[in-house]
């Protein structure tokens, strides 16, 4: 085989390109994702233990690197807040992951079908299919 058929076709090459782009941005959506449901979680947790305080209990929440005293009913509020944030959250990101999913099966199926198309027909395809 010489070096001239071992090239990758401009078409081609721009298809594998978008695969990897997509690829990369279905891995952002996981990491994100799966931050936000350990942030819900630890969310969760915290507000079950609160839920077991008395309203007399001095509670405190975190403010950077210190601690500020605050009441159970205000931590309830803004972690119950905090908590319907990421559910919105994490349900945007699994739409956005479903949709770049499919959106790499596609991308797949269109690299499956370029790379049999010259070879079904003998041959070399020089126009960028749409």
């Not at 994702?33 to 979680?41: I, P, R």
């Given at each position: 085989m010489s070096a001239g058929e071992?090239?990758?076709p401009p078409w081609l090459q721009e298809q594998v390109g978008?695969?990897?782009?997509?690829?990369?941005?279905?891995?952002?959506?996981i990491m994100?994702?799966?931050?936000?449901?350990?942030?819900?979680?630890?969310?969760e947790r915290a507000?079950?233990?609160l839920q077991k305080a008395t309203d007399d209990d001095v509670v405190?929440?975190?403010a950077g690197s210190i601690l500020v005293k605050s009441t159970k009913n205000a931590l309830v509020?803004?972690?119950?807040?905090?908590?319907?944030?990421?559910?919105?959250?994490?349900?945007?990101?699994?739409?956005?992951?479903?949709?770049?999913?499919?959106?790499?099966?596609?991308?797949?199926?269109?690299?499956r079908e370029m790379l049999k198309g010259p070879s079904q027909s003998g041959?070399?395809?020089t126009d960028t299919p749409k």
């Open positions: 071992q090239q990758i978008r695969l990897q782009q997509l690829q990369q941005n279905l891995q952002s959506i994100q994702k799966q931050h936000l449901e350990s942030e819900h979680l630890e969310t507000l079950e233990l405190y929440k975190t509020l803004e972690l119950q807040e905090k908590k319907e944030l990421a559910n919105t959250r994490i349900t945007v990101l699994t739409k956005q992951e479903a949709r770049v999913k499919e959106n790499l099966k596609e991308a797949e199926t269109k690299i041959q070399i395809k």
